[in-house]
């Protein structure tokens, strides 16, 4: 089975991007399963039940997301009648939505599940290591393909959970910092591991933004909104070959697009 997944999509440009090459990807690379990144598509921050039902519409399976999936009010009502809007399953129990979907693919059992790191990030999630295995052990044995998202700011934390994770789930992808890493892999127990997918969308700002509003941000105390940036247009994202049979991974290939419309 092979697995797209693709990194935040920031914005108008990053949807753009995705809606106007994700059936060109998913022939080219045979997918059979897509999963974005949802937490920054409308304006950069959140996701709206629109833009949701348009992105599913068009081809993506799984959204998962991270510490901005709120930031809309409106997706408190939409993410509790979609499960395949995924928020980070170590927030608090009493948060709407679900931390993980499972379904099928191609007549094939998939778990996605959400984790948020805590260094440096939102100080109400728990432990997403103790979480990960509580997941893990409410899964059934016939579902061999489990992939991760984790949306955290730091590389340690990122890399001490996909080995954590070895040889329990095919993959541990990380997102959040919207920079792509080089250090996809096979990890020893059969589990494909990248430290961050990247972003896609605009790279004409800092990370999606803005640049002036972003500096100002650096270089003044008076703080104001910040609107995604224009141009430049990238798609971030990685393949994924999974042995259904064993869920064990064969292969992750990074992509990073350059996209004109």
């Known amino acids: 089975m092979k697995i797209l997944m693709i990194g935040d999509v920031v914005g108008k440009p ?3 991007a995705v809606l106007d090459r994700l059936q060109d990807l998913k022939e080219q690379h045979a997918i059979d399963f897509t999963i974005m990144n949802a937490e920054n598509v409308a304006g950069g921050f959140s996701i709206t039940a629109a833009l949701a039902d348009h992105l599913f519409a068009h081809g993506i399976d799984v959204m998962t997301s991270g510490n901005h999936i709120f930031d809309k009010h409106e997706v408190i009502d939409y993410i509790q009648r979609q499960p395949r809007l995924v928020r980070p399953a170590n927030y608090p129990p009493n948060t709407p939505g679900k931390g993980i979907w499972i379904g099928q693919a191609k007549g094939v059992s998939v778990a996605v599940f959400n984790l948020l790191g805590r260094v440096f990030m939102h100080p109400g999630a728990d432990d997403p290591f103790r979480i990960a295995d509580e997941l893990i052990a409410r899964l059934t044995d ?14 340690s934390e990122k890399i001490a959970m996909g080995w954590y994770l070895d040889g329990r789930v095919s993959a541990v992808v990380g997102t959040h910092t919207h920079v792509q890493t080089a250090d996809e892999r096979i990890l020893n127990q059969g589990t494909a591991f990248l430290t961050d997918v990247g972003m896609t969308g605009s790279y004409a700002g ?25 141009g430049d247009l990238r798609i ?4 994924i070959d999974v042995d259904e049979e064993t869920g064990r991974a ?12």
Do not use: Q, W, Y
């Not at 061999?144 to 949306?151: G, L, Q, T, Y």
């Not at 064969?250 to 419309?261: C, F, K």
């Open 14 to 16: 990053g949807r753009t």
């Open 250 to 261: 064969r292969e992750i290939v990074r992509i990073n697009l350059s996209h004109e419309p």
């Open 142 to 155: 016939d579902i061999k393909v489990r992939i991760v998202d984790m949306h955290a700011e730091a590389t």
């Open 236 to 239: 971030c994202a990685a393949v």
């Open 206 to 230: 800092v990370i999606g933004m803005k640049k002036g509003d972003v500096i100002a941000r650096f270089t003044s105390a008076v703080r104001r909104p910040t609107e995604h940036s224009k």
